[in-house]
Every structure is written in C-alpha cells, then in structure tokens.
C-alpha cells in the first residue's frame, strides 16, 4: 500500500476555529439576537470542509490510477523485450 495519509488539523488551528464559533456565538446572541446565524455559519464551514476532503480524496484517487498505470507500462514493456 502506499504511504499516503490525510493531513490532520494542527492544535492550534483547532483552538483558533473554537474561538471563532465562541465569538460567532456571543455576537449572535447578544448583538444580533439571532441563533439561528451560528447554524447557519457552522453549516457554511463544515460544507467547505466536506468539499475540501472531497477534494483530496479525489487528488488521492487520481495519483494511485496513475501509479498503476504506471507500474502496468513498465510490466508491459518488460514483456516486449523478452
């Protein structure tokens, strides 16, 4: 198998997104007094993270077809001068 793993999140990237959803959550309730905006941001960000995970599976996808292809070209060629 190949050695491909997915990145991971830094902890500080973590604590950062945390802090955001904090603030977000505090404007909405005591300046805009609207709840209903957290969701609406928290559902906003977790389809752009669905989308970019797609996409790096896809990339991921995409590079094991081509190292197949690959390995199948040498494996052919090796046959052709036999």
Same mark, same amino acid.
């Given at each position: 198998m190949a050695e491909w793993t997915p990145? %991971?999140?830094?902890?500080? %990237?973590?604590?950062?997104?945390?802090?955001?959803?904090?603030?977000? %959550?505090? +404007?909405?309730?005591?300046?805009?007094?609207?709840?209903?905006?957290?969701?609406?941001?928290?559902?906003?960000?977790?389809?752009? +993270?669905?989308?970019?995970?797609?996409?790096?599976?896809?990339?991921?996808?995409?590079?094991?077809?081509?190292?197949?292809?690959?390995?199948?070209?040498?494996?052919?060629?090796?046959?052709? %001068?036999?």
């Amino acid at each position: 198998m190949a050695e491909w793993t997915p990145p %991971t999140m830094q902890p500080t %990237t973590k604590i950062g997104i945390g802090a955001l959803v904090l603030l977000l %959550t505090a +404007y909405a309730i005591l300046i805009a007094g609207q709840l209903l905006l957290v969701v609406q941001v928290i559902a906003m960000g977790a389809t752009v +993270y669905v989308a970019w995970r797609a996409l790096l599976a896809v990339e991921a996808i995409a590079e094991a077809q081509q190292r197949i292809a690959a390995a199948e070209e040498r494996n052919e060629e090796g046959h052709l %001068t036999d």
